[in-house]
């Protein structure tokens, strides 16, 4: 009896504390591929970013704009930020800077908007003068 009124109470305790709902990662979205455009960049032409586990590999719309890298997310922020290091990239000064990024998930569209590598302020938001903004979508 005393066993089945604890079993009975520590489940009534989890369902009021709400964590009866496992809420999904963001990391668990954001894998895969993902497709779309630079916001004000003069090149057209799609950009790709690829994310599995934490890693991330971004080619842009021309052969000399990518980088790839290892990222974690802050989900506790709002906007919520990633911030990425550097492994490699076509411009070798920024290879071992660290990134800061805001993003958001609506639905199938990933937008993020990232200072330059190496720089320590997060973007204020994602039309902040400075930064680079992406929107992509799944695929």
Known sequence: MTNKLMVTLFAAGLLASGCATVQKSDSNVLQGTWKGYEVGRATDGTC?????????????????????????????????????????????????????????????????AGSEPGSAEVPAGFDASGCRKLVLKKQ
């Open 48 to 112: 790709r970013l690829v994310i599995s586990g934490n890693t991330l590999d971004y080619r842009g719309a021309s052969a000399n704009d990518w980088c790839k890298g290892t990222f974690t997310l802050r989900e506790d922020t709002t906007p919520k930020q990633l911030v990425g290091v550097m492994s490699e990239c076509d411009d070798p000064q920024y290879v071992g800077k660290t990134v800061h990024a805001i993003y958001r998930i609506d639905a199938d569209t990933l937008t993020l």
